[in-house]
């Protein structure tokens, strides 16, 4: 076997690959996002906004504008971890109007 027929059938078994395992990938694809966005704005918009910084300089600045940007993070990640952390599937009303999770 050449060398050229080895590589063109490696790339063929690779490209099968790929095709048999995508839909098993993408159907694990996360709903959170989608479904709890507006608690996720709701909770950052609650936030400071970095304009609060102005008033201080150098370090100290840099350090509520980090903070800040960690508060907004933190929203996200709180909201969608707990929605992930619910059974398999997502159902529409994963996230209350309040951000809070309904008990099913």
Do not use: H
């Not at 027929?5 to 078994?13: G, I």
């Not at 936030?47 to 300089?57: A, G, H, Q």
């Amino acid at each position: 076997m050449t060398l050229r027929k080895l590589f063109s059938t490696m790339t063929a078994a690779a490209l099968l690959m790929a095709i048999a395992f995508a839909p098993a990938f993408a159907a694990k694809r996360n709903k959170c996002p989608r479904f709890c966005r507006e608690e996720i704005a709701a909770c950052r918009d609650a936030v400071p906004s970095p304009s609060t910084c102005n008033e201080l300089s150098g370090r100290e600045k840099r350090a509520c504008k980090r903070d800040i940007a960690k508060q907004k993070r933190d929203c996200k990640k709180t909201i969608i971890r707990a929605c992930k952390s619910r059974s398999g599937t997502v159902p529409d009303d994963a996230c209350s109007p309040s951000g809070a999770f309904l008990e099913l």
